[in-house]
């Protein structure tokens, strides 16, 4: 099978991913073996191709958003049948034991495995995946829509859930690409009033489209005091910016896994009045089963990117330089 190899870490204007030739993977017990029909392209496969994220072993495969059909199963195999298909997420594997795992807090394990990171990805024709760690997908959305679920989607709901938001609350979104346009059509469901805060013209066309309240640049002052904030823009200089345009006792919530420097906070300003700061890390299953029902049961509409399994370095460099609309989606035939 063709694989999508990171040996060395560069700009993705350079192209850092390599297209190698892999033997097909054999699964092991409690594993499976499926053929690719979709892999999102997301903001972490970026930091990694890019060194932001050092990667964990030699020439991974990125690639963690990943719609794909069952072609073999190892022994011990009882959830999924050939032929299903199946989401295979970040979250490839935790240890169980730990404080962590008994205490609903996988997303916390010390010892867990990403998909695309620790163990090959998507960004191949097949890939071989614990089966305890995937998903059933909605039936209403196809391959393409499907992908960016699969961690644009959950890690976004789960920012949303961290954000303890209000019934009615008003929410901003900073940053608004794969990841927020599907928590704001989440926060939008359940009676949010949603503000967006992006530099990218188009993106806020597509923030309004889908319900947002009123979208403005990042430093722009808010329209609202705001109960919560999440932060999916990757730039520690709009934090800042978010903290400040909470009410008191507001929550803010940085999502992604990498951020550059946050900005200086002032503590009058940013913090006082309770106002409180945290971060999201990865997820657990649970948080992907829900979102993904959720998903289904809202018909929530992803926007996405569509490129040629091909054209994977491309669509780096095209989110690198933020001219991917909604999400990038890698396609196989
Ligand atoms: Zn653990
Ligand atoms: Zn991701």
Known sequence: MRAWALDKPGPAAAH???????ELPEPRAGQLTARLLACGVC??????????????????????EVVAEVIALGPACRRFSLGDRVGVPWLASTCGRCHFCLTGKENLCETATFTGWDRDGGYAEAIVANEEYLYSLPDSLGDEKAAPL?????IGYRALRRANLPAGGELGLFGFGGSAHLALQVAVA???SVHV????????????SLGAKS????????????????????????????LGALARGGRAVLAG???????????ERHLFGEKELTSVTANTRSDGREFLELAGRIGIEVTTTPYAFEQAGEALADLARGKVRGAGVLLFD
């Not at 850092?16 to 892999?22: A, G, H, I, K, S």
């Not at 699969?150 to 959950?154: E, M, N």
């Not at 403005?216 to 934090?239: C, E, I, K, N, T």
Request: hydrophobic share 40%.
């Open 16 to 22: 850092p991913l390599r297209l190698v030739e892999r």
């Open 43 to 64: 903001r972490t496969d970026l930091h990694l191709a890019e060194g932001d994220l050092p990667p964990r072993r030699g020439g991974v495969v990125p690639g963690h």
């Open 150 to 154: 699969l961690c644009a989607g959950i």
């Open 190 to 192: 359940e009676g949010a």
């Open 197 to 208: 805060f992006t530099r990218s013209e188009p993106a806020r066309q597509l923030a309004l």
């Open 215 to 242: 979208a403005q640049g990042p430093f722009d002052r808010s329209p609202v005091d705001l109960d919560s904030v999440v932060v999916f823009a990757p730039s520690g200089d709009v934090v800042p910016a978010s």
């Open 257 to 267: 896994i990498h951020m550059s420097d946050l900005a200086p906070l002032s503590y």
